[in-house]
């Protein structure tokens, strides 16, 4: 059975940084391609970053590039969302997910973590 447990949400002022882990369990993590998707009060859920199984490529939606980071760890099964400069907008549940290799859906998803951004 696959889980994802996400972690490192909290309360931030806007500018702060924060770092989420997600660790994959159930999963041969090193073929699986994981991203983090949010969803704030009254929006749809968006995706926000993604990494390839060996970490070579990323995307990110427009509205956090170069203020985040996705990486992800191997041998710990776990990856990450570095988020700095961050600003009251990317108040949401974020959510980690998992996909297989060449799959172009994303299968598996976490339970959420809140993220809120004070101004």
């Known amino acids: 059975q696959v889980q994802l447990v996400e972690s490192g949400g909290r309360l931030v002022q806007a500018g702060d940084s924060l770092r989420l882990s997600c660790v994959a369990s159930?999963?041969?993590?090193?073929?699986?391609?994981m991203g983090w998707f949010r969803q704030a009060p009254g929006r749809e859920r968006e995706f926000v970053a993604s990494?390839?199984?060996?970490?070579?490529?990323?995307r990110y939606t427009d509205s956090v590039k170069g203020r985040f980071t996705i990486s992800r760890d191997n041998d710990r099964n776990t990856a990450y969302l570095q988020m700095d400069s961050v600003k009251p907008e990317d108040t949401a549940v974020y959510y980690c997910?998992?996909?297989?290799?060449?799959?172009?859906?994303?299968?598996?998803w976490g339970q959420g973590t809140q993220v809120t951004v004070s101004s």
């Open positions: 159930g999963v041969s993590f090193s073929t699986t391609g």
């Open positions: 990494i390839t199984t060996d970490g070579a490529n990323t």
């Open positions: 997910v998992a996909k297989a290799k060449m799959s172009i859906r994303w299968e598996h």
